[in-house]
Each structure stands twice: as C-alpha cells, then as structure tokens.
C-alpha cells in the first residue's frame, strides 16, 4: 500500500508512517486487498484527507468503521458513494439536519460536499473485509487516527468536534476543550437515535454557529 495522501498531512504525519506499527499495518493492508475484496477502494483509503486539508479542516467529525457492503464506503465516515441507498444512521443524520436548519432529505448519500467544505470525516477504522464488520480493527488503524486527532488539537485552533455515540467519545477523550468546541450525543444508528440519544442534538446548528462567531464561512449541510 502505496501513501498517498494530502501534502499537508504527509507533513503533519510523516513520522507516524515510519513508526513499526504502522509499517506492519501497511503490510497486512496490502495483502488483505490481494486476497480478499476490501473496502474502501484502495485509491479512496486516504479519501477523507484528500478532501479536507489538515490546514482547512473546520469540522471535525469521528465514525467507527467503512461501510462494508459492496459499493458504498468511499473513504469519508458516514458517507456511500453515489447511487447507494443510504444507510440506516445516514438517513438518521439527514432527519436531524431537516428537523434542525431545514434541509431537505438529499438524493445522494455522498458527504463529499461537506468534505470539500473542511469538514473532516475520519472513521477510526480506514479498511474493512466485505461482509465482515470490524474485519480490520486492532491492526494499527485505531493508533494511527488517534495521532490525527492528536495533531488536530494540539497544532490547530477553534475546531469543531461532533462525537456521536460511546466510541467516538472515548477516541475524542485527549481533544484540548480548552481550544476547541466538543459536542456530544447519542449515535445517529437507530438503536440509539429511537431511544431518544440522538434527534435534537442541533449539533449542525450549533457548529454554524460557532463558526460564525469566529468569522469563519459556516458548513452548507
């Protein structure tokens, strides 16, 4: 496996891709995508950082795995390529957003449009085996986002960090709330967005506005 990646983050992160852990993790990569069908494609691993620039990231914005059915990761959290039917926590997100500034349930799943805006959209997992969720957890890629994370707040200001559900709470547990703005709430899966943890977090709003204050150009959800 070849890195490729946004020159800004070949930066930021280059002493993490010389690391031994993520040296052996490039390894077991590439002989999964040899031997098995794997998702992400291989060129769109590194999709949600081609697309938002470590310098342009206003959002931040953490998922667990890729979507492993065939077709519908294409590297950014949350996000299926175009023509895929969205799926359960996806349409649960595109609700909040109508019932919170009034946008109208899109035809397409694809949140590429958030992430050219900076809005980073980084699963803690980049890969995963077809038909196999959690294929490829506890194999580097978990260490390797946590050092993302890390960089984002420590070499960055007055970012924005939705974290949906216990993982994500957790993996955002070393962001300095001191410098930027932490929301939390339930996943948007319908096990917990039906108990009542996730529709009217207003958290989309609530990052708009926060942007605002700072000056910044707001997300078009």
Partial sequence: MQIKIEEGWKSVLKD???????????????TEYEQHTCFPPGNEIFAAFDHTPFNEVKVVILGQDPYHGPGQANGLCFSVAD????????????????????????????LQRWADQGVLLLNATLTVRAHNAGSHQKKGWEQFTDAVISALSEQREDL?????????????AKIDTTKHLVLTSGHPS??????????????????????KKLKKMPIEW
């Fill in 160 to 172: 924005v960090f939705l974290l949906w559900g216990g993982y994500a709470k957790k993996k955002g």
């Fill in 83 to 110: 023509g895929i039917a969205h799926p359960p926590s996806l349409q649960n997100i595109f609700k909040e957003l109508e019932t919170n500034i009034g946008v109208q349930l899109p035809d397409s799943g694809n």
């Fill in 16 to 30: 993490e891709f010389k690391k031994p852990y993520f040296e052996e993790l490039t390894r077991y990569i590439k």
């Fill in 190 to 211: 319908p096990l917990s967005a039906n108990r009542g943890y996730w529709f009217g977090n207003q958290h989309f709003s609530k990052a708009n506005d926060y942007l």
